[in-house]
């Protein structure tokens, strides 16, 4: 967004608040004198504040390569914050007093409450938040700089990861790649990370909030897909303290899905990264906590209360977890497949992937709605899109509107029962070749190719802990019961409880479930009435002796 932008829309982006919306606020804050010159939040720090202008002036300043500069001087009645005051999270602004006079102050807690109590003050403070931070995204300077090859995935890796979680960069696109120091990330504290792991990049740039690791939550979620983020709002709507660990973006498989037209209640459709984010939002709104590119690589499920081990070494407690770590699109069974990952094979179909392949002619293997959405997508753009197929129609697959709208586009080509065979190029993919039904094949200059073929469960980091079927989803429920007899306790499972007590699973990598966002969205709100009625018993649990782990 254009500091023009931010002209247009200044009346939400800075609205003036009522004599009464400040009375109601001053309930939640205290009152400060504050004098010329005085810092009131410098970039990078957390937890934010909000500042409400009583008397006097404060400027918001952003960074820019010529130092910092003023986006928005505050008058009487406007206030600060964005995104970062209520969650949490790293400053992207500094605050600064340009006159003297008096501010009424408020923290991340008490912004939240005004948040989840007061009707109108919420959204205003909400659609001013988010505007902002559209606005802090799009700035052309003063962000932190990915300079990185057009011809390195570990660039693209970054752009997608930066891009997904809603963080202000700016991408400096070189020909050719530096051996051992391409891509390279310039943070805004002017610290450089040489191809730093996702991780590494949300520490440096602070994109998560603090979590206390003596804490016992009575919730962690791992997966911020659309069940997960389902299960985080009405978790936290009913009062439980709620962990969500995501491994790459909130959104998950759907977070990168240019439009869903078949989600209920939005009829011209809703693309993936706007469903994602107002979920996420939504869920912070009223306490959760999300971690980004924290994955849980285990956890203890002989002891209550039960231990997640996560990727960066530490160890969380909750009385109870919901896993909807989601399945992953099955990689092809062709020699040299991760050569052109991220240089010509793609796992997702989002606007970065597009710009790459602009004009030219792509594949796209697979024949379920992602597939269809992908193709619809890029058809707009590319020259020509292939769609290759194992199987004979797509209608088992796909919604009908998707099939129709394929068979209506000229720029998109159908080729059934046919698979890829061969995967040609040196630093970059060059051509493919797939294979019919009759066995002949068929080579194409082909540069980019998106794999979205049928997906298998997350479930490798579980370590037999819980009952799998034949396929490694997990098993839930009375499907549970019919299948792994052993169960620890006198009652039986309640739906979507696993082989371990207080051990849930929803969406796509439970056995069973229906491979929809609305199906997994609503597994996820079921799931949080069945945590209400245990937690009393996973609380009575913590003390008593270990549950014995039931095993496939």
């Not at 799009?138 to 891009?163: V, Y």
């Not at 809603?166 to 051996?179: G, H, K, L, Y």
Request: proline content about 4%.
């Amino acid at each position: 967004m254009q500091v023009s932008v931010f002209e247009t829309r200044r009346e939400q982006l800075f609205p003036v608040l009522s004599s009464d919306q400040i009375e109601r606020l001053r309930a939640r804050g205290r009152v400060r004198h504050v004098r010329m010159g005085e810092e009131l939040l410098r970039t990078g720090e957390r937890p934010g504040r909000l500042y409400v202008v009583l008397s006097g002036r404060i400027d918001v300043l952003v960074p820019s390569r010529q130092g910092d500069r003023t986006l928005r001087t505050v008058s009487a009645g406007e206030f600060t914050g964005e995104i970062a005051t209520l969650v949490g999270t790293s400053s992207l602004v500094r605050v600064q007093v340009r006159d003297s006079g008096n501010v009424l102050e408020l923290g991340e807690a008490d912004v939240r409450q005004v948040l989840q109590t007061d009707e109108e003050l919420s959204e205003t403070l909400l659609r001013a938040f988010i505007l902002r931070r559209v606005g802090l995204v799009s700035l052309e300077d003063g962000r932190a700089a990915l300079i990185g090859s057009l011809q390195s995935p570990d660039t693209l890796r970054l752009k997608e990861f930066l891009t997904r979680n809603a963080q202000p960069f700016e991408a400096v696109d070189t020909e050719d790649s530096i051996a051992g120091e391409s891509p390279v990330l310039l943070c805004r504290s002017g610290r450089a990370l040489k191809n730093p792991s996702n991780h590494e990049v949300a520490v440096a740039l602070g994109m998560n909030p603090d979590i206390d690791a003596t804490d016992v939550y009575d919730l962690v979620i791992v997966g911020g897909g659309p069940a997960g983020l389902a299960t985080a709002v009405y978790a936290t709507t009913e009062g439980l303290s709620t962990l969500v660990l995501e491994t790459f973006a909130p959104g998950g498989q759907a977070g990168s899905s240019s439009r869903i037209e078949n989600y209920l209640g939005f009829p011209n459709g809703v693309s993936g990264p706007a469903l994602a984010g107002r979920a996420l939002l939504q869920s912070q709104k009223f306490g959760a906590l999300v971690s980004v590119a924290t994955s849980a690589i285990s956890f203890d499920c002989g002891r209550r209360p039960y231990r997640v081990r996560v990727s960066d070494g530490s160890s969380l407690q909750a009385h109870t977890i919901v896993i909807a770590t989601g399945a992953q699109y099955r990689q092809l069974s062709v020699e040299n497949l991760s050569r052109y990952v991220g240089v010509g094979v793609y796992y997702a179909a989002t606007h970065l992937e597009a710009r790459l392949c602009e004009g030219e002619e792509v594949a796209i293997v697979g024949g379920g709605n992602s597939a269809g959405q992908a193709a619809m997508f890029l058809a707009a753009t590319c020259r020509h899109v292939h769609l290759v197929v194992r199987s004979s129609e797509l209608s088992a697959s796909m919604s009908q509107y998707l099939i129709r709208r394929i068979e209506e586009t000229p720029r998109i080509s159908v080729h059934f029962r046919s698979e890829i065979a061969a995967l040609h190029g040196e630093d970059r993919l060059q051509s493919i070749v797939w294979r019919d039904e009759d066995g002949r094949e068929h080579e194409r200059s082909i540069r980019h190719v998106f794999l979205m073929t049928g997906a298998d469960p997350r479930t490798g980091w579980l370590r037999n802990c819980l009952a799998l079927d034949k396929k490694n989803f997990i098993r839930t429920g009375p499907d549970l019961l019919a299948h792994t007899p052993q169960w620890s306790l006198q009652r039986p499972p309640h739906l979507f409880e696993t082989s371990m007590p207080g051990i849930f699973a929803v969406g796509d990598v439970r056995s069973g479930s229906v491979k929809r966002v609305a199906s997994a969205v609503g597994e996820g709100s079921i799931c949080v009435q069945f945590l209400h009625r245990i937690l009393p018993e996973a609380r009575a649990a913590a003390v008593e002796q270990p549950l014995q782990a039931t095993v496939r």
